[in-house]
């Protein structure tokens, strides 16, 4: 059964920083793309960032420069560095695997206006 763990979110004033972890058991991981997800109160989940098998990224224009996502093959575990936060970034923040429809529990970023 796939599993997917979150960790790293918090509250953070605007410029601040965080990476958030995902550990992903009962998968091989290393076979599938995978990704950031965030959604917030009154919309549906939006990707923010993805990585394919292969390491290509992809960053959600409003975040590029200031995110960077990676993997861990061997550790199973997908990162996203997040750099001068933003209000607007606020959200709750889910690992998936869109091809198994696998999700995390989520990890809430704040970032107070």
């Known amino acids: 059964q796939v599993r997917l763990t979150e960790s790293g979110g918090g509250s953070v004033q605007p410029g601040g920083s965080l990476t958030l972890s995902c550990k992903a058991i009962?998968?091989?991981?290393?076979?599938?793309?995978v990704g950031w997800f965030r959604q917030v109160p009154g919309k549906g989940r939006e990707a923010v960032a993805t990585?394919?098998?292969?390491?290509?990224?992809n960053i959600v224009d409003s975040a590029e420069g200031r995110f960077a996502i990676s993997r861990d093959n061997a550790r199973r575990t997908l990162r996203l560095r997040m750099d001068n936060l933003k209000p607007e970034d606020s959200g709750v923040y889910y690992c998936?695997?869109?091809?198994?429809?696998?999700w995390g529990q989520g990890t809430l970023v704040t970032v107070p206006s």
């Open positions: 990585i394919t098998s292969g390491g290509r990224r």
């Open positions: 009962g998968i091989n991981f290393a076979i599938y793309d």
């Open positions: 998936g695997v869109l091809s198994l429809n696998a």
